[in-house]
């Protein structure tokens, strides 16, 4: 297994780096305004944010905090709540966020030992 050394300087994965970065730059642009244009309901706009604040919070609070820095306990419903909304954010598995190279790195850096 490669040292975790070897990823400080590693050079910008582009395809990747675009594809999560234009994905919900188009999300927020292009949803919007088709569904401005199409004349559509207030309970497909209600969806819409619903769905923009899950997918948010299950990276954040989710796959970040919850697993990766393990900052607090949760019950079981709301670790599937946000795994399936982390799922569905297209940002790769759980385990990559927990275990992978980069999130050692990133914790190594972020923890401190009391």
């Not at 923009?52 to 419903?77: C, D, E, F, K």
């Amino acid at each position: 297994m490669a040292q975790p050394q070897s990823f400080e300087n590693a050079p910008i994965n582009w395809i990747p780096a675009f594809v999560l970065i234009s994905t919900p730059l188009a999300a927020l642009l292009i949803v919007p305004y088709y569904l401005w244009t199409h004349s559509v309901s207030w309970q497909v706009w209600a969806i819409f944010a619903f769905f923009m604040a899950w997918n948010g919070l299950s990276i954040t609070v989710g796959y970040h905090r919850l697993w990766s820095h393990r900052t607090y306990q949760a019950h079981p419903i709301v670790k599937w709540f946000f795994l399936i909304g982390g799922t569905l954010a297209v940002q790769g598995s759980v385990f990559d966020w927990c275990a992978g190279p980069v999130s050692y790195t990133h914790l190594r850096a972020h923890e401190t030992k009391a």
